[in-house]
Every structure is written in C-alpha cells, then in structure tokens.
C-alpha cells in the first residue's frame, strides 16, 4: 500500500512539472482572480503595467502560453487552439471560484472560446482589440475556407525565412502594433525568443477560425475594447472601426464595445489610464 502512494505521488508530481513547464503562470495580489491571457509570441510581462495597480485589488493570474517568448514549447494535439484551450480550461477547474479573463489579440479569441465552453466558471470576459474572426476585419466577406489558401501561404512563409528576413519583418509589423518606440524592441524580442513553428500555427489557425455564430451561445458578460488608430492613415475612423466590431459581435447577448481613443493594437500600453479605468469599471 505504501509503495502504491509513494508511486501516486510520484506520478502527480511529474504532471504537476509537465504542466508548468507548459502553461507558465505569474501570480500576484489578493482578491477576485483574474486570468490574463496574452497575444500571439507576446510574454505575460505585456501586462505588468496592469497587474502592478490591478493587483492591489483582484488576485492576477499572468498566463504565458507555450511556446511564447521564452516559455519552451509543447506538443500541440489535434491544433494550437485546442490545446491551448485545454490547458487553460484545466488551469480554471483548479481554481475552484469563478474568474475573470482578460484577453488581448489571439489571446482574446482563446478568451472567447473559454467562456463558451466554461460558462459557469467565468464570471467576466475582457477582450483587447481582438474580434471573433480576424480575417473579417480585414475582409468582410471573407470565410474559413477562403481564407484557408492564404492562411497556409503565410503559414509557410513565417517557418522558411531565415533569422535576419524574420526579423526584419517583425520590426516592420511592430511599428504598426504600439505608439511606444521604446516598446517594439520587447515585442520584437518576443517574437525571436518565440517558437516559431507554434506561432505559424497559431496564425494559421486564427485567420481561419470564425467563431461568430459561437457567440450566440455565450452568456457571459463581455466588454471588448478596440483600437482604430493605427489605420488612420488608410482611411479607418473611430466609426468605422467600431461598426466592424459591432458587426462581429452582434450575436453576443451582453457586450459592450468601447474605442481607445489614440492606442494602437496594445492598448495596454499606448493608452494605459483608459485601460485601467475601463477594466476597473467592468470589474465593479
């Protein structure tokens, strides 16, 4: 009998490794628990700025995913989408207490998908300037299937460039992603310390995901926050821009859409007093 407990203990003790080694978690604060989840090849660092004043209130929960920054990779079964979301719905039973999730980018499309799929142990879901079906927002007619051609081009492009073509076109995309220039260095960093075969696939699979029509099932109160200002330059307004989030989420029955009013796609970053005072305010 003792050598049986000694071998379960054992065993419970290499999951317990296996699983940080996959879902990397930062936890700080006491209070209601909040789960942040952040983007494609993004660190958990990307909400520091936020968990230093959202921790003296509400217990944070710090997500990197595998495979991001320099958290190591794990085998992806059956789709980056699905493991991730297994991984994270495990993290979520552990908790044995509803949770808020915050999501930004390819982390709020996983944010979404959680709270249909755990409606009774998410309390709140936050998305930061992500939509239901990415591909949408750059082309409205768009489809999985259409998009599936394009979505495997770019898929093998990103694993093909050598190091100095991969970079370059990371510092290139960045420039478009925050107002700070002292922040796309980090991102950059990120994406290079980033596996990069996970976040082709990660990619591949967002751009082909559309999870619209999903939203009709999920009841958990939703706040998306959006960005516009990075497309002024190609036309887009405020307007405009919300329309398009308000196209994509209109079959979901409790959501509210708000616009920063100068952020890029890190809206945690570019404007961090109306982030905070508009996660707070939802929290309330």
């Known amino acids: 009998m003792k050598k049986f407990i ?40 990307v909400w520091d700025q936020a968990v230093t004043q959202l921790s003296k209130n509400y217990e944070c929960h710090v997500i990197t995913l595998p495979g991001f920054g ?21 993290y979520i039973v552990t908790q044995n207490e509803q949770v808020t999730l915050i999501g930004h980018s390819l982390g709020g499309f996983i944010s979404l ?8 142990q ?6 930061v300037d992500s939509y239901p079906f990415y591909s ?21 492009m990103m694993i093909s460039q050598s190091e100095e073509q991969y ?6 995309t960045m420039a478009m992603m925050t107002t700070s220039s002292e922040k796309i260095p980090i991102l950059v960093d990120w994406s290079m310390q980033s596996d990069r075969a996970t976040i082709a696939q990660a990619f591949y699979e967002l751009m082909t995901s559309d999870f619209r029509d999903e939203l009709a099932d999920v009841n958990t109160p939703i706040l998306v ?11 887009m307004t405020e307007e405009s821009v919300k329309q398009a989030f308000s196209n994509q989420y209109k079959l979901a029955k409790n959501v509210q859409i708000r616009m920063a009013p ?12 109306w982030f905070l005072e508009n996660v707070t305010e939802f929290l309330k």
């Open 225 to 235: 926050l959006g960005a516009w200002a990075s497309g002024k330059d190609y036309g």
């Open 6 to 45: 000694l071998f379960t203990l054992l065993i419970l003790s290499n999951l317990s490794q296996l699983y940080s080694q996959e879902l990397n978690v930062k936890v700080s604060g006491k209070g209601p628990k909040i789960i942040f989840i952040p983007g494609l090849a993004s660190s958990g660092e």
């Open 262 to 273: 100068t952020a890029y796609h890190f809206i945690m970053w570019d404007n961090p007093d």
């Open 122 to 127: 998410i309390k709140r879901t936050i998305i």
């Open 136 to 156: 949408a927002a750059l082309n409205p007619s768009a489809t999985e299937e259409s998009m599936a051609g394009m979505a495997t081009q770019a898929k093998e």
């Open 70 to 90: 320099t958290n190591p990779p794990t085998e992806i079964q059956d789709g980056f989408f699905k493991t991730m979301e297994g991984l994270i719905s495990d």
């Open 167 to 172: 970079q370059t076109q990371q510092k290139m």
């Open 113 to 120: 998908k959680l709270s249909r799929s755990h409606p009774k």
